[in-house]
């Protein structure tokens, strides 16, 4: 009942103020992504092909604003920002000459209103894995709940392999609430006959790993939705650098060092897979998880993380007022005691420690490594805060593991 009073009131809000600021989104064209995964590079790679077409574009994502050319902050552990930052953003968009606008969506968002209003004509849903069922309590709500921006988008595009198509195409075909026989659908995707796959649209990027091959594909799609040359597509594809904190290898001489923002399992398996095959030594993998969240993923991000990696430290993750020890008991209990892909000979056992303090976690991290070794820390990378249930206070991911490798030096 409270959600549904918090909802009415997104609601009221979000019509409010698109009457305000006379629904600035119906004079630009609106791209949309959502999904679990992939969200912020598929949309920075939207507004990059779109500026390497010579157009002039805007972009929202979890990272931040970018509005005629000039960056903006979104705000601590935001990834859609409330009804009234967005008016404000697509008004500065049009007072900048933008005729795009790419907005990076979430569930929460969708299912709170925030997106009221907006004229999208373009929606991207680039998979639906285990994340955020604290909040929409089964698999099944969370995809009814992202296929919101399908039915709001006049191009609706999907991920013809992921788990999420089966319902989405049975909602299709039902003719249900999400109407979207009356619009154009269009798949990407590898394996399953896709209307757009490497196969009929070949393309060269410098980014790791299979899931990159998805946010691509999705990018393609929605710029060709758009009008967008094939030309200038794989210009941009070639020329794209993945956002801050996305597979950003800091370090790279006797050892490696990256940091990423994975913080659900699917992101770990797409991430911990990609490194592996390429890493003589050990992986060593710095995280924890989200405290007040969805809880039922942290054993599996500990299970999928124990089969890759070789050395786990547990550490904080925003645990708010939940106890970290819990949160990394909670992890603890999903990890496997040898892992079968090391790439060390005669490994018997994972080593697992448990850090709560994780600026000590990443240090431990740095020292312990050596040539050879790969270390990942995963959840944080952008953000600028840590929360430990008495409000924001100031983190920095990025200097947090520099000055641990200067201290190594």
């Known amino acids: 009942m409270m959600r549904r009073i918090k909802n009415v009131f997104h609601l009221g809000m979000a019509i409010l103020l698109n009457l ?50 000039k960056n903006y902050d979104v705000g601590f552990h935001v990834t859609t920002p409330s009804s009234f930052a967005i008016q404000k953003f697509f008004k500065k968009a049009l007072e900048s000459d933008s005729k795009y606008l790419v907005l990076e969506t979430t569930s929460h968002a969708l299912d709170q209103y925030r997106t009221w209003g907006i004229n999208f004509e373009v929606g991207v849903l680039t998979n639906v894995t285990h994340e955020h069922l604290d909040y929409h309590k089964t698999y099944e709500n969370y995809v009814k709940t992202k296929a919101k921006l399908l039915k709001m ?18 909602l299709k075909s039902q ?11 269009i798949t990407f ?24 091959i998805y946010n691509s594909l999705a990018a393609i799609c929605a710029c060709k939705a758009l009008g ?11 020329s794209f650098k993945p956002p801050i904190g996305r597979e950003d290898v800091i370090y790279d001489k006797d050892f490696k060092v990256m940091i990423d923002f994975a913080h659900t399992p699917n992101a770990f398996e797409q991430i911990l897979k990609s490194i592996r095959k390429d ?7 710095v995280f924890g998880s989200a405290g007040l969240r969805d809880v039922t993923k942290r054993p599996k991000m500990g299970q999928i993380s124990s089969q ?14 939940e106890s970290v020890e819990e949160i990394m008991n909670d992890i603890e209990s999903g990890i496997e005691i040898t892992n079968p892909k090391s790439q060390i000979p005669n490994k018997s056992k994972i080593q697992i420690y448990k850090i709560p303090n994780r600026k000590e976690a990443i240090e431990t991290a740095i020292k ?14 952008h953000e600028k805060s840590m929360n430990y249930g008495h409000g924001e206070v100031p983190w920095d991911e990025y200097e947090t593991v520099k000055q641990a490798i200067r201290n190594k030096k």
Do not use: C, W
């Not at 006049?154 to 049975?170: C, F, H, M, P, Q």
């Not at 399953?192 to 990027?205: E, S, Y």
């Not at 890759?308 to 007022?321: C, G, N």
């Open 228 to 238: 967008i040359s094939d030309e200038n597509i794989r210009r941009g594809l070639k």
């Open 279 to 285: 890493v003589k030594g050990r992986i060593i993998h």
């Open 308 to 321: 890759y990696a070789d050395v786990i430290i547990l550490t904080s993750e925003d645990p708010r007022t």
């Open 20 to 69: 305000s600021y006379g629904f600035p989104s119906r004079k630009l064209r609106v791209i949309g992504v959502t999904g679990t995964d992939g969200k912020t590079t598929t949309t920075s790679l939207i507004y990059h092909i779109l500026g390497t077409a010579g157009l002039n574009a805007s972009m929202i994502t979890s990272v931040g604003a970018v509005i005629g050319g």
């Open 368 to 381: 312990m490594a050596k040539k050879g070794d790969f270390v990942i820390t995963t959840g944080k990378s």
């Open 189 to 212: 995707g590898i394996k399953n006959g896709a209307d757009v796959n490497p196969v009929n649209f070949p393309f060269k990027t410098s980014m790791i790993g299979e899931f990159n």
């Open 175 to 185: 003719n249900s609430k999400l109407q979207l026989k009356t619009q154009k659908f």
């Open 153 to 170: 988008s006049k191009t609706a595009i999907v991920n013809r392999d992921d788990e999420s198509y089966g319902l989405i195409s049975k």
